[in-house]
Nanobody, 116 residues
Framework: QVQLVESGGGLVQPGGSLRLSCAASGFTFSSYTMSWYRQAPGKERELVAAITSTGGSSNYADSVKGRFTISRDNAKNTVYLQMNSLKPEDTAVYIC?????????WGQGTQVTVSS
């Protein structure tokens, strides 16, 4: 069974940094693109970043380019999201996702709150 477990969320001040982790199991992690989404109250879920199976390519939402970095460690079956220069508008539940066998699998999410 596919399982995605996020961690690393919390409360941080504007301008601060946070590193999220997503531990994956139940599939061949190194064969799949991994993605981070976020969902803020009253807003639609949006793609934040994605990284290819080998980590050779990544893409980001315009709103986070230059501030966030997605990475992965295939030996640890873990994908990361390094978030720097955080803004209040980054406040959301951050969710890890993998598409496998034409289905999307989601983690439970981890809350990130950016507030002074």
């Amino acid at each position: 069974q596919v399982q995605l477990v996020e961690s690393g969320g919390g409360l941080v001040q504007p301008g601060g940094s946070l590193r999220l982790s997503c531990a994956a199991s139940g599939f061949t992690f190194s064969s799949y693109t991994m993605s981070w989404y976020r969902q803020a109250p009253g807003k639609e879920r949006e793609l934040v970043a994605a990284i290819t199976s080998t980590g050779g390519s990544s893409n980001y939402a315009d709103s986070v380019k230059g501030r966030f970095t997605i990475s992965r460690d295939n030996a640890k079956n873990t994908v990361y999201l390094q978030m720097n220069s955080l803004k209040p508008e980054d406040t959301a539940v951050y969710i890890c996702m993998v598409q496998r066998l034409f289905r999307d699998y989601w983690g439970q999410g981890t809350q990130v709150t950016v507030s002074s």
